[in-house]
């Protein structure tokens, strides 16, 4: 059988938000950005990549979702794939390849899937085409994002150091393909530094603390409806980066001293504070976009209602709970676990969500109905 290889990567969830390129074609982000990546069965992208017979298969083909795709139409990924196949060694490496992708995400929900698509491709070519080491990192079958197991002896342990360096490698090309995507490559909170080169061959992730620095954190994905046409975030920014004022501000003020404050409040456990930056820094990446012009409306009434029931929430209780919006009306809520029960109560009777999954570690509130 040919080379084969499969990988499952999830997610991730900005606190302090990558909003403007300084290079559009390499994505080289105005700023650093911080993220949460998400250790969810409901929410992940898997997909398989393997080398074809050159005799049976002339090109390179993909599936997603299990449609066939029109290779050509999807620009980022053949950019990534010609990336990959320049960095390769392999004698063997222009033979044709077959990509199978499969999002777990619900079609209908209109989350973002590109963070965690574009990871899990990036990964599964970096392994079929041995690029930056011969070795398979870890197994055929691996999870990005769980790079902190446990190992045992020296020589697993330099295994391990050679793989998050190999992942940082490698999370260059995925920015390539999608910039949120770098910080996909590995578990935890990530850090996805802008990087000084012209080139971006220094604009990589970095893991900054594991996730069981702060077991005690939950993530709530909540899908509310979404009435608007969508601005995409590539023409968003592009747009932002053009037009608007304070982009300036926060890219070089708001954004450096925010991934200051989340990292000493995590490494504190601080909640007030981790929960009150990342809305903050929500907000005012939702002011560039008003600043932007003409203006983008990511957040919508729902978003809304949510935003004020979580301020209700927190003068009353204290700040036990925290929200974070991305290019969409979605809310990503935060809070500790001893805090989800009964802030999921009440969230649930006030806007009467169904279809709830349960899960212990992340929650999606799927066709949620607000009034
Ligand atoms: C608001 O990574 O989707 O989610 O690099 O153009 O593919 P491109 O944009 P993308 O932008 C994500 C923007 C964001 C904030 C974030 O994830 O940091």
Same mark, same amino acid.
């Given at each position: 059988m040919e080379k084969e290889i499969t990988c499952v990567a999830p997610p991730n969830i900005a606190l302090i938000k990558y909003w403007g390129k300084k290079d559009e074609n390499l994505i080289i982000p105005l700023n650093n950005s911080f993220s949460i990546t998400l250790d969810s069965s409901d929410l992940f992208t898997k997909t398989t990549v393997r080398f074809c017979d050159p005799k049976k298969n002339e090109e390179d083909k993909f599936t997603l979702n299990e449609k066939p795709q029109k /290779? @050509? #139409?999807?620009k980022r990924i053949v950019n990534l794939i010609a990336k990959i196949r320049e960095k390769s060694s392999l004698p063997n490496k222009d033979d044709p390849i077959e990509i199978d992708s499969m999002n777990s995400?619900?079609?209908?929900?209109? /989350? @973002? #899937?590109s963070s965690s698509g574009i990871a899990a491709l990036t990964y599964c070519l970096g392994n079929l085409f041995e690029v930056?080491?011969?070795?398979?990192?870890?197994?055929?079958q691996v999870e990005i994002g769980k790079s902190t197991k446990k190992q045992e002896g020296k020589n697993e342990e330099n295994k391990q150091v050679a793989d998050l360096l190999r992942r940082e490698k490698l999370s260059a090309i995925s920015r390539q393909g999608s910039?949120?995507?770098?910080?996909?490559?590995?578990?935890g909170f990530v850090e996805w530094i802008a990087g000084e080169k012209n080139d971006g061959s220094d604009s990589r992730a970095k893991q900054?603390?594991?996730?069981?620095?702060?077991?005690e954190l939950r993530v709530l994905v909540c899908v509310v409806r979404s009435e608007q046409k969508k601005v995409s975030s590539t023409l968003g920014m592009r747009r932002s980066v053009e037009t608007s004022e304070y982009i300036d501000k926060f890219s070089t003020k708001v954004v450096p001293k925010n991934i200051k404050q989340i990292k000493q409040a995590i490494q504190s456990q601080d909640f007030e504070t981790f929960a009150n930056v990342t809305m903050k820094n929500s907000n005012a990446f939702h002011s560039v976009c008003l600043d932007t012009f003409p203006p983008i409306f990511y957040l919508n009434q729902d978003s809304k209602k949510v935003i004020d029931f979580v301020h209700s929430w927190n003068d009353i209780f204290g700040t036990q709970v925290g929200y974070t919006f991305d290019a969409g009306p979605n809310p990503v809520l935060i809070m500790l676990n001893k805090n989800l029960p009964s802030f999921l109560d009440a969230f649930v009777q006030t806007f009467?969500?169904?279809?709830l999954v349960n899960q212990p570690l992340q929650q999606i509130l799927k066709d949620s109905q607000f009034n």
């Amino acid at each position: 059988m040919e080379k084969e290889i499969t990988c499952v990567a999830p997610p991730n969830i900005a606190l302090i938000k990558y909003w403007g390129k300084k290079d559009e074609n390499l994505i080289i982000p105005l700023n650093n950005s911080f993220s949460i990546t998400l250790d969810s069965s409901d929410l992940f992208t898997k997909t398989t990549v393997r080398f074809c017979d050159p005799k049976k298969n002339e090109e390179d083909k993909f599936t997603l979702n299990e449609k066939p795709q029109k /290779l @050509a #139409s999807h620009k980022r990924i053949v950019n990534l794939i010609a990336k990959i196949r320049e960095k390769s060694s392999l004698p063997n490496k222009d033979d044709p390849i077959e990509i199978d992708s499969m999002n777990s995400f619900p079609t209908a929900a209109g /989350l @973002a #899937s590109s963070s965690s698509g574009i990871a899990a491709l990036t990964y599964c070519l970096g392994n079929l085409f041995e690029v930056y080491g011969t070795e398979p990192l870890q197994l055929d079958q691996v999870e990005i994002g769980k790079s902190t197991k446990k190992q045992e002896g020296k020589n697993e342990e330099n295994k391990q150091v050679a793989d998050l360096l190999r992942r940082e490698k490698l999370s260059a090309i995925s920015r390539q393909g999608s910039g949120s995507s770098c910080r996909s490559m590995f578990g935890g909170f990530v850090e996805w530094i802008a990087g000084e080169k012209n080139d971006g061959s220094d604009s990589r992730a970095k893991q900054i603390f594991p996730k069981s620095v702060w077991p005690e954190l939950r993530v709530l994905v909540c899908v509310v409806r979404s009435e608007q046409k969508k601005v995409s975030s590539t023409l968003g920014m592009r747009r932002s980066v053009e037009t608007s004022e304070y982009i300036d501000k926060f890219s070089t003020k708001v954004v450096p001293k925010n991934i200051k404050q989340i990292k000493q409040a995590i490494q504190s456990q601080d909640f007030e504070t981790f929960a009150n930056v990342t809305m903050k820094n929500s907000n005012a990446f939702h002011s560039v976009c008003l600043d932007t012009f003409p203006p983008i409306f990511y957040l919508n009434q729902d978003s809304k209602k949510v935003i004020d029931f979580v301020h209700s929430w927190n003068d009353i209780f204290g700040t036990q709970v925290g929200y974070t919006f991305d290019a969409g009306p979605n809310p990503v809520l935060i809070m500790l676990n001893k805090n989800l029960p009964s802030f999921l109560d009440a969230f649930v009777q006030t806007f009467q969500i169904e279809n709830l999954v349960n899960q212990p570690l992340q929650q999606i509130l799927k066709d949620s109905q607000f009034n």
